[in-house]
């Protein structure tokens, strides 16, 4: 990053702790106008920095290995057709992965969160899933919360000498997860109800993250296959995104 | 692990792991006999509304698909324009690495 988009980086998160959100605070989707203006504002404040970081590090890594834009337009795909997959679930209600460890994983988890705000656009102004008032809260869980853990718990595989291919499914897995475990503490924040805010949250974990065990599971599959694929056929893109160095990536 | 494998080899553990895929998601259908596996998202609204009853919904998605048939057909049309960018890609890669392995012999 330059001195300039650092400064930009810096001001949007200042901006962020100006709402009094802790970044750190625990994020499928939520739907639209279930979230009180109040915490649609704050997510959305949230989420500036991340992308505005993710923007300047997709600007970098495209610049730098021009060839990447390949993978790049992959990963994002990759995102859209998994988010799209309605899969029932052994709890007898369906949901849908959410594809963006693949993206974490290879380009990094804030470049993810630009990947990730597009498909959430795409289905909350078009498919009525998700919503544009949610879409702050939303893209907190899957395009940041979701892709730092598949990044931060890929890296730690690595270094822990996992083979890559466990490495990519734990990484995606527990991503996917992560997600909706945010997902149902931001809907225990917004409907503490007469249980409070901790056991809401459990509520919600019960609805989401139980879903989504199974489903998580196909995603760290499908994304080790694609990366078995990846690493055949774009063994240079690959190079060029550290996917190879040792002890994880860039 | 990979290098020692052969191509046929790899095809075969993708095959079996798109297997433990569909796995994973038929047999859901075959234990809940009963459910008709809505929505997570909708399972979360009542969830709502038996917490906080009170709560208003305070906005409505700007355009929602008038049934399940046109919410199919942009759910289709999703996994179909991903898929077209992706596996475009992935054979121009394919097509790509082909050639390399030509020259080198």
């Known amino acids: ?250 | 692990m990979e290098q020692t494998k052969t191509s046929s080899g790899k095809w075969k553990t993708v095959l079996i792991l798109l297997l433990i895929c569909v796995l994973i998601a038929v047999i859901p259908l075959a234990i809940n006999k009963d459910s008709e596996f809505g929505g997570a998202d909708g399972a979360a609204e009542d969830a709502i509304s038996e917490i906080d009853p009170d709560y208003e919904v305070w906005a409505s998605p700007v355009l929602e698909p008038p049934g399940g048939e046109t919410e199919s057909l942009l759910f289709c049309l999703q996994a179909a324009i991903g898929s077209g960018i992706f596996f475009y890609f992935f054979g121009v890669m394919r097509e790509r690495h082909r050639k390399e392995a030509g020259n080198q012999q």
């Open chain 1, 1 to 250: 990053m330059t001195k300039k988009q650092r400064k930009l980086v810096v001001a949007a998160s200042a901006f962020a702790l100006g709402f009094g959100i802790m970044p750190a605070a625990n994020a499928m989707h939520i739907m639209e106008g279930y979230l009180p203006i109040s915490h649609a504002i704050g997510w959305g404040a949230v989420c500036i920095p991340f992308l505005l970081a993710g923007l300047f590090s997709i600007k970098k890594t495209v610049s730098e290995h021009r060839r990447t834009l390949t993978i790049l337009a992959m990963v994002g795909a990759y995102a859209f057709v998994l988010s799209s997959l309605k899969i029932p679930s052994v709890t007898g209600s369906s949901s849908h992965p959410t594809g963006t460890g693949l993206g974490a994983i290879l380009f990094g988890p804030c470049a993810m969160s630009v990947l990730g705000i597009i498909v959430l656009l795409f289905q909350a102004i078009l498919l009525a899933h998700g919503g544009l008032t949610t879409l702050g809260a939303n893209t907190f869980s899957m395009a940041i919360a979701g892709p730092f853990v598949s990044y931060g718990v890929f890296k730690l595989a690595t270094k822990l000498k996992c083979p890559k291919l466990v490495s990519v499914f734990l990484a995606a897995f527990l991503g996917d997860l992560f997600t909706y475990c945010v997902t149902s503490v931001q809907l225990g924040m917004a409907h503490p109800g007469t249980n409070g805010v901790a056991g809401s949250s459990l509520e919600f974990l019960g609805i989401f993250a139980v879903t989504q065990i199974p489903l998580a599971v196909i995603e760290g599959i499908l994304t080790a296959i694609v990366i078995m694929g990846l690493e055949t056929y774009a063994k240079s893109e690959l190079t060029d995104l550290g996917y190879f160095k040792k002890g994880g990536l860039a």
